[in-house]
T-cell receptor
Framework: QKEVEQNSGPLSVPEGAIASLNCTYSDRGSQSFFWYRQYSGKSPELIMFIYSNGDKEDGRFTAQLNKASQYVSLLIRDSQPSDSATYLC??????????FGRGTSLIVHP | DAGVIQSPRHEVTEMGQEVTLRCKPISGHDYLFWYRQTMMRGLELLIYFNNNVPIDDSGMPEDRFSAKMPNASFSTLKIQPSEPRDSAVYFCASQRRTGGWNQPQHFGDGTRLSIL
């Protein structure tokens, strides 16, 4: 069974700090990796995706992928209170159907 | 472009009643997914369709649950009879496949279902 593991948190960081969210996955054949943000009472929205080993940057967000270690992370620089949400990691392989983690709750306090 | 549209946004009904949730995917998307989200179990995939055909319904919890996609722009998820443990937020998502690369899913706003 394909598994995607995330620490449920909450992860609490001060405003302006770097928030680091981590995700591990069990299927070595996984090819695509997504990070979704979900505000309380709202639907998941895509914020980052990565396909290749290494880093991918988009504004304040950086996704990092290490396929050898089966590990993907999301860094949020200059964290803002508006970043407070649950972050879902999703991983997909040959079937293209993603498996979602349970999510990590992030709290950015002023 | 309009996103994935779900209705109703909220549904409160009594145990034993039939519940029908509706979804309109993004035009041109050829995959449609139904998810259920609870605090206890997170986001669970119930069923997904490709070009209106159900591909995998192994996540449907019981025979009380059924889903249809009569055309490319409409899908329903039905619970009959409903039970209090079905209370959850139900999301519909759609996805477009392109050349070999996996595209992300786009989620609707969800239906918050409460069974009394």
């Amino acid at each position: 069974q394909k598994e995607v593991e995330q620490n449920s948190g909450p992860l609490s960081v001060p405003e302006g700090a770097i928030a680091s969210l981590n995700c591990t996955y069990s299927d070595r054949g996984s090819q695509s990796f997504f990070w979704y943000r979900q505000y309380s009472g709202k639907s998941p929205e895509l914020i980052m995706f990565i396909y290749s080993n290494g880093d991918k940057e988009d504004g304040r967000f950086t996704a990092q992928l290490n396929k050898a270690s089966q590990y993907v992370s999301l860094l949020i620089r200059d964290s803002q209170p508006s970043d407070s949400a649950t972050y879902l990691c999703a991983v997909s392989g040959g079937s293209y159907i993603p498996t979602f983690g349970r999510g990590t709750s992030l709290i950015v306090h002023p | 472009d309009a996103g994935v549209i779900q209705s109703p946004r909220h549904e409160v009904t009594e145990m034993g009643q039939e519940v029908t949730l509706r979804c309109k995917p993004i035009s041109g998307h050829d995959y449609l997914f139904w998810y259920r989200q609870t605090m206890m179990r997170g986001l669970e995939l119930l069923i997904y369709f490709n070009n209106n055909v159900p591909i995998d319904d192994s996540g449907m919890p019981e025979d009380r649950f059924s889903a249809k996609m009569p055309n490319a722009s409409f899908s329903t998820l039905k619970i009959q009879p409903s039970e209090p443990r079905d209370s959850a937020v139900y999301f519909c998502a759609s996805q477009r496949r392109t050349g070999g690369w996996n595209q992300p899913q786009h989620f609707g706003d969800g239906t918050r279902l409460s069974i009394l």
